[in-house]
Nanobody, 126 residues
Framework: VQLQASGGGLVQSGDSLKLSCVAS????????VAWFRQAPGKGREFIGVVSRNGENRYYSHPVKGRFTITRDNAKNQVDLQMNSLKPEDTANYYC????????????????????WGQGTQVTVSS
C-alpha cells in the first residue's frame, strides 16, 4: 500500500486545517490508519487512529476534542480535520496503515504500522 498525505500549510493559531491521506496499490480496507506527527527535535508522536471500517476512532490527549479522523474506504482516503490549532501543533504530519495494536487500537504505536506516507508540514503561527 502506498500512502500520499497532503493538505499541510501555514495557518494562524485558532485556525482549522484538513489533511488527507490517499492510498493506492493495496487493499486499503484491510488496515487501520493512524496519524502521527513529528516536531523538530522530537520523536514521532501518535495522534489518532481509525479502525478498518471507520467505526472506531481513538485520539491522544493533546488533540482529543480538536482533531477528528474520518475514513472513506470507497475513496481509499482518510482525513484529519484539525480545529483550534495551536503553535504546539506545528509538526510534520504522517499517515500510516497497518494492523494497529493487537491489544487495543487506542494503544497503537509506530511499530504497529507497516506503510507510511511521506509527511505533510503543518505550521501554526501565534
Amino acid at each position: 500500500v502506498q500512502l500520499q498525505a497532503s493538505g499541510g500549510g501555514l495557518v494562524q493559531s485558532g485556525d482549522s486545517l484538513k489533511l488527507s491521506c490517499v492510498a493506492s496499490g493495496g487493499s486499503f480496507s484491510d488496515y487501520a490508519v493512524a496519524w502521527f506527527r513529528q516536531a523538530p527535535g522530537k520523536g514521532r508522536e501518535f495522534i489518532g487512529v481509525v479502525s478498518r471500517n471507520g467505526e472506531n476512532r481513538y485520539y491522544s490527549h493533546p488533540v482529543k476534542g480538536r482533531f477528528t479522523i474520518t475514513r472513506d474506504n470507497a475513496k481509499n482516503q482518510v482525513d484529519l480535520q484539525m480545529n483550534s490549532l495551536k503553535p504546539e501543533d506545528t509538526a510534520n504530519y504522517y499517515c500510516a496503515a497497518g494492523t494497529g495494536a493487537t491489544t487495543h487500537l487506542a494503544f497503537s504505536m509506530e511499530s504497529d504500522f507497516n506503510f507510511w506516507g511521506q509527511g505533510t508540514q503543518v505550521t501554526v503561527s501565534s
